[in-house]
């Protein structure tokens, strides 16, 4: 996988760095009480004879943040595309173990394999709009979704979305410009805003920030809290500090095992395993 090409910096987090980003905390959210939106039991999977995932057990929790951490290799991505499927392209591939959203079984005989992916939509680590306007890559989204909209709908939804992902008052007098002619920061809001168009309820983003500079980094982070009040969010990342900035639930993974997961700020605090430590404080990486 590309991993290795493009990763965030892996910061330190030691009691200096914990201590300076204590006042930098944007939110404490209280624990969800709805149910949580997706369950994932004892999940394993494997490419061929490699095993890439073992015995993960794990609740998503609904309108909430929850970070994949780990080394590279430790499974974070084969986790993240299981949720809606897309390793099932893969001929090697095979899982087994038992994921719900919302109660039904993804694996269940009735799903939708479209429906599935635009219910739990995905961003990745590269900005792929499509080829073509930075308007058509959300009405094509939505075309491909319900077929025929009639224009005074498609552009009410175009706006809507692209307020959503924070990008509108940037692109509103060029929405006919092609999307390679945003930066890289504006071409993955674009991506998150065709994730939004499609109404899912999971937006699982793959390392979004990895390639991106400090200033778009931090309007993506913002956009993500906002939109947490109304959509379960995934993100995998191996910026720590991301992590700690805006997850309310970090999951570690470590050689394709679940090592812990807990509420954020007490995973970073006090982590209950020797592992988690070690990684959190940049001990390895
Ligand atoms: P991470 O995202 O944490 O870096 P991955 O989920 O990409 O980890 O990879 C977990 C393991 O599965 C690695 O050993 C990786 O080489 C292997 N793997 C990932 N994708 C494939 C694939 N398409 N075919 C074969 N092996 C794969
Ligand atoms: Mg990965």
Same mark, same amino acid.
């Given at each position: 996988?590309? #991993?290795?090409?493009?990763? #965030?910096?892996?910061?330190?987090? #030691?009691?200096?760095?914990?201590?300076?980003?204590?006042?930098?905390?944007?939110?404490? &959210?209280?624990?969800?009480?709805a149910p949580p939106i997706i369950e994932i039991e004892n999940m394993g999977c494997v490419y061929g $004879? $490699? &095993?890439?995932?073992?015995?993960?057990t794990l609740d998503i929790p609904r309108d909430r943040i929850t970070a994949f951490?780990?080394?590279?290799?430790?499974?974070?991505?084969?986790a993240l595309r299981c949720l809606n499927r897309m390793n099932d392209d893969i001929p090697s591939f $095979?899982? #087994?173990? &038992?994921?719900?959203?919302?109660?039904?079984?993804?694996?269940g005989r009735q799903v939708n394999l479209t429906a599935l992916r635009r219910a739990v939509g995905m961003v990745f680590q590269?900005?792929?709009?499509?080829?073509?306007?930075?308007?058509?890559?959300?009405?094509?989204?939505?075309?491909?979704?319900?077929?025929?909209?009639a224009r005074a709908e498609l552009d009410t939804i175009v706006e809507g979305s692209l307020e959503q992902a924070s990008l509108w008052t940037e692109v509103k007098d060029?929405?006919?410009?092609?999307?390679?002619s945003l930066s890289g920061g504006q071409q993955q809001r674009l991506c998150i805003a065709r994730a939004l168009a499609v109404t899912p309820g999971v937006i699982m983003l793959d390392?979004?920030?990895?390639?991106?500079?400090?200033?778009?980094?931090?309007?993506?982070e913002e956009l993500l809290l906002a939109l947490s009040a109304e959509y379960t969010i995934i993100i995998v990342t191996h910026n720590l500090a991301q992590a700690h900035r805006i997850s309310d639930q970090v999951a570690f993974f470590l050689m394709g095992k679940l090592v812990e997961?807990?509420?954020?700020?007490?995973?970073?605090?006090s982590p209950r395993y020797e592992e988690t430590g070690n990684y959190i404080t940049g001990r390895f990486g």
């Open positions: 996988m590309s #991993d290795s090409t493009m990763t #965030d910096e892996v910061i330190a987090f #030691d009691d200096e760095f914990l201590s300076q980003l204590e006042g930098q905390m944007s939110v404490e &959210r209280i624990a969800s009480e $004879k $490699k &095993r890439a995932l073992e015995g993960v951490i780990g080394p590279s290799g430790c499974g974070k991505s084969t $095979k899982m #087994d173990g &038992r994921i719900t959203i919302e109660g039904q079984d993804i694996h590269q900005p792929n709009p499509f080829p073509m306007s930075i308007y058509d890559n959300i009405a094509l989204a939505v075309k491909e979704q319900r077929g025929r909209v060029s929405l006919k410009d092609s999307a390679f390392e979004p920030c990895a390639s991106l500079d400090p200033i778009s980094t931090a309007k993506i997961v807990g509420e954020t700020r007490a995973v970073f605090e």
